[in-house]
């Protein structure tokens, strides 16, 4: 018989505890968040290697801590990048961080607190469609298995971009984790998770093949009364006709990419 996979929050608090045990979890420690780590730098540097991420004109990034780097090199290349309000917590529920007004400035800007400061708010349906995801993640496995900390806002978010057609088959989902994140065995992955297509390390690419089916779109019927409350945006959808209409999801087509080698280092 296949053996049971661990629940989430077992892997969770093994890899929390893993991480801190080696001493490669960074301020503010690693337990009940996405993980800050040792190598983080390198990560970003290897993801910019990528020939996903050098084509991608408009990228979101998680505001989490190890990502920081992501968001300063995407501002420092040029990149359109959007941040999450926090909890989504109102109806302008992304950030616009516009790589020309911020240059010079660009990790001030990329952090939590610059972009609140410098960062546009700003409606999904006013967002163009997003080339490249950079979700934050807990745990994660070589066959596109993701485990983040157990809000459920990436997942929310992907699905939100989805359900109005800024997401799509032309976007690449990335992260940037430390080694020991990568676990062996399988991992749960239920319906609304988002599955990844690349996991970057300090010193690896690891592409994932697609085992997993990526949400297409908001799961009305798994979304708790609350969640959907505590979401301006998800109340007024749902108060405005219930589950929105996709945006041409059928219609939308993956943006011409110029070819690029694949970098020797990938496995």
Known sequence: MPRTPPSKT???ERVWSLLSERGVARFPGARGRIPNFVGAEAAARRLATLPEWGAARVVKVNPDAPQ???RTLALREGKRLYMAVPRLAREQCFLELDPRAVRGRERAAASIRGASAVGRPTRPRDMPRIDLIVAGSVAVGRDGARIGKGGGFSDLEFALLTELGLVGRWTTVVTTVHPLQVVSGRLPMLPHDIPLDVIVTPDAIVRCPRRHRRPRGLLWKSLPEAKIAEVPL???LRASSGPATPRSRT???RPHRPAHPAPKEMI
């Open 10 to 12: 077992d892997v969770r």
């Open 68 to 70: 920081l780097p992501v």
């Open 234 to 236: 998800l109340a007024k």
């Open 251 to 253: 219609r939308a087509r």
